[in-house]
């Protein structure tokens, strides 16, 4: 089917033209012509922005703000941010990361959005048309989003209070099995006072692991202290089953990553 | 169906195209520049077969489109050897038997030169990096890897 692609230069142009049906935005092409190569008929023209502000990182004190144009390997490049740096890192090969974009990483389905698995454990906020949502809202809602998300946002998390793990079968890189993102705050008695967990692949889009984030608070991160999250780990998960992994085994190995990244210093 | 105008430098020489409008950037390489070094392999991003060097950066023809490559230097597989003589990378990949049907040679040799334009002396985790994002049936990847480090080796050799 013809595809035609139209160019605008500001957002607001660009969002215009998404309110016709049959259209679909433009990031870094690895979700969308994909799509368009795998014989999607639900769009026929793609539709981008140039606004260079898309492609802008504005770290500010202790808060990071990403465009949606910005690649992956532009944010594993920036030296402030170190910490979610390992997440664009473990996205795709290298050519992927320099096209694939943190905007895309929003809406891509299982086995894939390893970054935006990140997001959710830094609890970032998803700017769009001049508002601003949490990023689980703004996942739960993404299959009806008709706009054009225009940034990210999160606090800088402290030194070591971010983890994050990324389980492929093909090394150095592959699709996920399963990916684990972890914000843990300890008190100064090394017990953990707030945990944000982040899982990719347990269920049609990221979700959080909420009934072991509670199960965290108040112990330590010691094997003992993590049991009670660890036989929780998998409520209210919905793992996939496709060509990386059946539902079964991302069931079974999902305690054992989070496991040893718990316990990882 | 529409067409739209694309002008692009594809290894130093300069193209103007007409091409469909929404055809991806390996489609118009191989069918109407007439550059078939790129390879559809996967057509989805997995295989890397399709890997070129646009302005600098390695990416995805097969997940590009053309029209937005106007005004960009493009390097193919294709442009690597200068007047007859083969470039380092292509050296070492024939003599280190790197290459058995040769489908995934092409994209290796394009994230072996992006590799090595940035990081001239690349430690072997470089490398295993750097071509992750390309499969290969055949060789089990350790000769692919060895060339690249040979030929990084023989690089700086000569720049010494």
């Not at chain 1, 889009?205 to 965290?216: D, M, Q, T, W, Y």
């Not at chain 2, 690249?148 to 000569?158: F, Y």
Request: charged content about 20%; some cysteine.
């Amino acid at each position: 089917m013809p595809l035609t692609l139209q160019t605008f230069s500001t957002v607001a142009d660009a969002g215009a033209a998404l309110k016709t049906s049959g259209t679909r935005y433009l990031g870094g092409g690895t979700l969308a012509v994909r799509a368009a190569n795998e014989g999607d008929l639900s769009f026929s023209t793609l539709v981008r922005a140039t606004d260079p502000a898309l492609a802008a990182i504005a770290v500010e004190g202790a808060r990071a703000t990403i465009g949606a144009g910005v690649t992956m390997a532009a944010v594993a490049a920036h030296p402030d941010l170190a910490a979610i740096g390992k997440a664009a890192r473990a996205v795709g090969g290298p050519a992927v990361r320099n096209q694939a974009t943190v905007g895309g990483n929003l809406f891509a389905a299982s086995p894939y959005g390893d970054f935006t698995v990140a997001l959710l454990a830094l609890d970032a906020t998803v700017h769009a048309g001049g508002g601003a949502v949490p990023v689980e809202e703004f996942l739960a809602g993404r299959d009806g989003f008709t706009g054009i998300v225009t940034a990210v946002s999160f606090a800088m998390p402290r030194d070591g209070a971010f983890r994050f793990l990324k389980v492929s079968r093909v090394k150095p890189k592959g699709v996920s099995v399963l990916s684990i993102a972890a914000a843990v705050e300890e008190d100064g008695d090394g017990r953990v006072s707030a945990a944000r967990i982040g899982l990719g692949c347990m269920a049609d889009r990221p979700i959080r692991a909420k009934a072991a984030e509670k199960a965290l608070v108040g112990n330590r991160l010691t094997a003992d202290g993590i049991a009670a999250a660890l036989a929780v780990a998998g409520e209210g998960t919905t793992p996939p089953t496709d060509s990386v992994a059946s539902a079964w085994y991302r069931a079974e190995v999902l305690p054992v990553h989070l496991k040893r990244l718990l316990l990882a210093r | 169906m529409a067409k739209v105008p694309v002008q692009f430098s594809l290894n130093g020489s300069e193209k103007a195209e007409f091409v469909d409008s929404g055809a991806t950037l390996l489609a118009v390489l191989r069918g109407k520049a007439g550059d078939t070094s790129p390879k559809g392999g996967c057509h989805q991003g997995t295989c890397g077969a399709c890997s070129v060097i646009i302005d600098g950066e390695l990416r995805l023809s097969c997940l590009t489109l053309a029209e937005t490559c106007d005004g960009a230097e493009i390097t193919t597989t294709a442009g690597l050897a200068e007047a007859g003589v083969l470039h380092p990378l292509q050296r070492a990949f024939m003599d280190g038997f790197a290459a058995q049907c040769g489908f995934c040679t092409p994209g290796m040799l394009m994230a072996a030169k992006a590799l090595l334009d940035r990081t001239p002396n690349p430690t072997r985790e470089d490398v295993v990096e750097a071509i992750s994002g390309n499969v290969c049936r055949c060789t089990g990847y350790e000769p692919i890897i060895q060339a690249i480090l040979a030929a990084a080796r023989a690089n700086s050799h000569n720049a010494a």
